[in-house]
T-cell receptor
């Protein structure tokens, strides 16, 4: 089946720094989604991407659907403590496939 | 607007006991429904999905089963829980169509002792 490689697995950064994470696959996808999950809660949708090359922002978050349709990245600018959580990418061709997550820790 | 509910929020059950987790969606009709399991600090594993009442597809063989008795109700069950069934269970819904974004419920944390 399709697999997504999400990196990095974890990040420990200083408040105010920018963050970048990405997902890659050997398969193509029609949709890329980025979710954030806080401890004990369900994942919350951050950004949805539906077209190759699409670049979409949501506040300090920016995500792009790779032109090859095999990758996507998420950037967070000027991180703050409440950005802490696990970020998941998900790609969909027929079914949704999730990456392993990037655990983000922000030091005030 | 659409909302998704799960209960209970937390459950502690002995090995060998039955299980019933419930998920309901409001504000939409004929949604696709999904059950995922998440081990601690890990990604999401799709267990079941349903495109309509009484229609259940299983992604992995396991000790669990799912049912959809009503359009917006999805139930995850087990007759006899195993220690390995412990985890965080997430229900999700999506609208049918080409842009099938999934939205998650708050989750149920299950601890089997």
């Amino acid at each position: 089946g399709q697999q997504l490689n999400q990196s990095p697995q974890s990040m420990f950064i200083q408040e105010g720094e920018d963050v970048s994470m990405n997902c890659t696959s050997s398969s193509i996808f029609n949709t890329w989604l980025w979710y954030k999950q806080e401890p004990g809660e369900g994942p919350v949708l951050l950004i949805a991407l539906y077209k190759a090359g699409e670049l979409t922002s949501n506040g300090r978050l920016t995500a792009q659907f790779g032109i090859t349709r095999k990758d996507s990245f998420l950037n967070i600018s000027a991180s703050i403590p409440s950005d802490v959580g696990i970020y998941f990418c998900a790609g969909r061709y027929n079914m949704l496939t999730f990456g392993g997550g990037t655990r983000l820790m922000v030091k005030p | 607007s659409q909302t998704i509910h799960q209960w209970p929020a937390t459950l502690v059950q002995p090995v060998g006991s039955p299980l019933s987790l419930e998920c309901t969606v409001e504000g939409t009709s004929n949604p696709n429904l999904y059950w995922y399991r998440q081990a601690a600090g890990r990604g999401l594993q799709l267990l079941f999905y349903s495109v309509g009442i009484g229609q259940i597809s299983s992604e992995v063989p396991q000790n669990l089963s799912a049912s959809r008795p009503q359009d917006r109700q999805f139930i995850l069950s087990s007759k006899k829980l195993l220690l390995s069934d412990s985890g965080f269970y997430l229900c999700a819904w999506s609208e049918t169509g080409t842009r099938e974004t999934q939205y998650f419920g708050p989750g149920t944390r299950l601890l089997v002792l």
